[in-house]
């Protein structure tokens, strides 16, 4: 029986910067995946595969609908899809290439194969051929997530189908009806309305994205909207069917009228759930959640102290960066480091475009919380350099406190909101104020002079630049 410091299990984002940093830092290290590439959910199906077919569209949709503004005449514009999905998997490849190389330059073992515990101190792995049993002196699980639905939808995979499945389609779809009008369901709409299938999107909440700022959410819909995406909000999805070659949405509004859709695809995009089957948990002294997460402590341990879980299985915000972060946690808690994360200065970003991207508190919160707050907001269309490159819709908002000036929230739909909101996480983890965000010198023209004149504004002082 072989014998490591640490074993991590799962390689999606989380799980490969475990396994990287708990190498980097001496230790014996294997990490096992039961799928034939590493890299998880968000290298194979889900980050980066979305945003290589978010890009390739929005470059079709730029070139129909934008390019004779720019004086660039094409006579004729064709939609390759079985070639703009080859470009996507040749991506996907590329990341899990460079993961291998990594693996092998870290010195990390891999095992192939399902790992379940047989104790708190043992794991098998199962793979096609054999089953080994390894110990480890630190387990870190990192098993990620699968996709969620709702009572009365049943995903088969061919018509009622996950961001999974339409990211492997062999042809344009004609139709599409999306359950869910968060993260996922914005961007796969965005794909599939860009390159013109008839898109409608069906939300149970009030508002798209109504986790973020509920600001930010609006002003999408109605960029949505103007792209020719049905939006439809407060609608209740009880039931679907298959009809083999489409399906059939069941739903009802807030005042309980029914109604139904008919389309090629019903895509359901209504979250995740943590993903623990076949783990063996069962065997361990490791306790879940009520909704089946792993429960851990501030430094991501579970109540065996030398098991560990990070990611989408515990729980929290289901993002790749934060995964990450919490594997560099734990392998640094392993070595002894005081390392910890301020959750609430992770960004979330959405891959629209405009983008979306948040850090820190929304005015909903503040207000619930009676926590004083000024407005600073600055419109794209007010910045010289998004006229110039005709990407005028969106806004800049921070939150600041009127007493110290204290960042306490920034929030962006524009042009490369998801570079700029690093900025915005810098002044909350370093504490930065408005007036240090206003008085550093900015790029003209750029985008980020958006949030230079929003600081201002909050600041109590009036805009200064175009």
Same mark, same amino acid.
């Given at each position: !029986?072989? *014998?490591?410091?640490?074993?991590?299990?799962?390689?999606?984002?989380?799980?490969?910067?475990?396994?990287?940093?708990?190498?980097?830092?001496?230790?014996?290290?294997?990490?096992?995946?039961?799928?034939?590439?590493?890299?998880?959910?968000?290298? /194979?199906?889900?980050?980066?595969?979305?945003?290589?077919?978010? #890009?390739?569209?929005?470059?079709?949709?730029?070139?129909?609908?934008?390019?004779?503004?720019?004086?660039?005449?094409?006579?004729?514009?064709?939609?390759?899809?079985?070639?703009?999905? =080859?470009?996507?998997?040749?991506?996907?490849?590329?990341?899990?290439?460079?993961?291998?190389?990594?693996?092998?330059?870290?010195?990390?073992?891999?095992?192939?194969? $399902?790992?379940?515990?047989? /104790?708190?101190?043992?794991?098998?792995?199962?793979?096609?051929?054999?089953?080994?049993?390894?110990?480890?002196?630190?387990?870190?699980?990192?098993?990620?997530?699968?996709?969620?639905?709702?009572?009365?939808?049943?995903?088969?995979?061919?018509?009622?189908?996950?961001? $999974?499945?339409?990211?492997?389609?062999?042809?344009?779809?004609?139709?599409? @009806?999306?359950? %869910?009008?968060?993260?996922?369901?914005?961007?796969?709409?965005?794909?599939? *309305?860009?390159?013109?299938?008839?898109?409608?999107?069906?939300?149970?909440?009030? *508002?798209?994205?109504?986790?973020?700022?509920?600001?930010?959410?609006?002003?999408?819909?109605?960029?949505?909207?103007?792209?020719?995406?049905? &939006?439809?909000?407060? =609608?209740?999805?009880?039931?679907?069917?298959?009809?083999?070659?489409?399906?059939?949405?069941?739903?009802? #509004?807030?005042?309980?009228?029914?109604?139904?859709? #008919?389309?090629?695809?019903?895509?359901?995009?209504?979250?995740?759930?943590?993903?623990?089957?076949?783990?063996?948990?069962?065997?361990?002294?490791?306790?879940?959640?009520?909704?089946?997460?792993?429960?851990?402590?501030? /430094? /991501?341990?579970?109540?065996?102290?030398?098991?560990?879980?990070?990611?989408?299985?515990?729980?929290?915000? !289901?993002?790749?960066?934060?995964?990450?972060?919490?594997?560099?946690?734990?392998?640094?808690?392993?070595?002894?480091?005081?390392?910890?994360?301020?959750?609430?200065?992770?960004?979330?970003?959405?891959?629209?475009?405009?983008?979306?991207?948040?850090?820190?508190?929304?005015?909903?919160?503040?207000?619930?919380?009676? &926590?004083?707050? $000024?407005?600073?907001?600055?419109?794209?269309?007010?910045?010289?350099?998004?006229?110039?490159?005709?990407?005028?819709? %969106?806004?800049?908002?921070?939150?600041?406190?009127?007493?110290? %000036?204290?960042?306490?929230? @920034?929030?962006?739909?524009?042009?490369?909101?998801?570079?700029?909101?690093?900025?915005?996480?810098?002044?909350?983890?370093?504490?930065?104020?408005?007036?240090?965000?206003?008085? &550093?010198?900015?790029?003209?023209?750029?985008?980020?002079?958006?949030?230079?004149?929003?600081?201002?504004?909050?600041?109590?002082?009036?805009?200064?630049?175009?």
């Amino acid at each position: !029986m072989e *014998n490591y410091d640490i074993a991590v299990i799962g390689s999606g984002p989380g799980g490969y910067v475990a396994a990287i940093r708990s190498a980097q830092l001496g230790y014996k290290t294997v990490i096992i995946e039961k799928y034939d590439t590493l890299g998880g959910t968000c290298t /194979n199906v889900g980050c980066i595969p979305t945003k290589a077919l978010l #890009d390739s569209t929005h470059h079709y949709a730029e070139a129909r609908h934008q390019f004779g503004k720019h004086g660039i005449i094409l006579d004729q514009i064709e939609l390759d899809f079985s070639r703009m999905y =080859q470009r996507k998997s040749e991506v996907v490849s590329k990341n899990t290439d460079g993961l291998n190389f990594l693996m092998n330059k870290n010195n990390i073992t891999r095992l192939k194969g $399902t790992a379940g515990f047989i /104790n708190n101190t043992a794991i098998k792995v199962d793979n096609e051929t054999e089953t080994v049993e390894i110990t480890a002196k630190n387990y870190i699980i990192a098993t990620g997530s699968k996709p969620s639905t709702v009572p009365g939808v049943e995903i088969d995979q061919q018509r009622i189908i996950t961001s $999974t499945e339409a990211l492997a389609l062999n042809e344009k779809p004609k139709s599409m @009806v999306i359950i %869910g009008g968060g993260v996922i369901g914005v961007e796969m709409a965005s794909i599939f *309305n860009r390159i013109g299938t008839q898109v409608t999107i069906l939300e149970y909440a009030d *508002n798209l994205i109504a986790t973020m700022d509920h600001e930010l959410g609006k002003n999408l819909q109605k960029i949505l909207k103007k792209e020719g995406i049905d &939006i439809r909000l407060n =609608q209740a999805v009880y039931k679907t069917e298959s009809l083999g070659s489409s399906a059939k949405v069941f739903f009802k #509004d807030k005042n309980g009228t029914e109604n139904t859709l #008919d389309a090629e695809y019903v895509l359901v995009a209504v979250g995740r759930s943590p993903y623990v089957k076949g783990l063996g948990l069962g065997n361990t002294d490791v306790l879940l959640d009520e909704w089946g997460f792993i429960k851990v402590n501030e /430094n /991501n341990q579970t109540a065996v102290s030398h098991i560990y879980a990070i990611g989408d299985v515990i729980g929290g915000a !289901m993002l790749a960066h934060k995964a990450e972060e919490e594997g560099v946690l734990v392998a640094e808690t392993i070595n002894g480091q005081n390392h910890r994360i301020h959750y609430d200065r992770i960004p979330s970003v959405v891959y629209t475009w405009p983008e979306v991207a948040s850090v820190g508190h929304t005015e909903e919160y503040l207000k619930k919380n009676n &926590i004083a707050y $000024t407005v600073g907001k600055f419109p794209f269309s007010a910045s010289a350099r998004a006229r110039a490159s005709m990407d005028t819709d %969106g806004f800049a908002k921070v939150l600041v406190d009127p007493k110290y %000036g204290e960042v306490l929230g @920034v929030h962006i739909i524009g042009a490369r909101a998801a570079d700029l909101i690093a900025q915005g996480v810098i002044a909350q983890e370093y504490e930065v104020t408005a007036e240090d965000m206003f008085r &550093i010198s900015y790029a003209h023209p750029t985008y980020s002079e958006t949030l230079k004149e929003a600081y201002l504004i909050a600041s109590g002082q009036g805009a200064v630049n175009i």
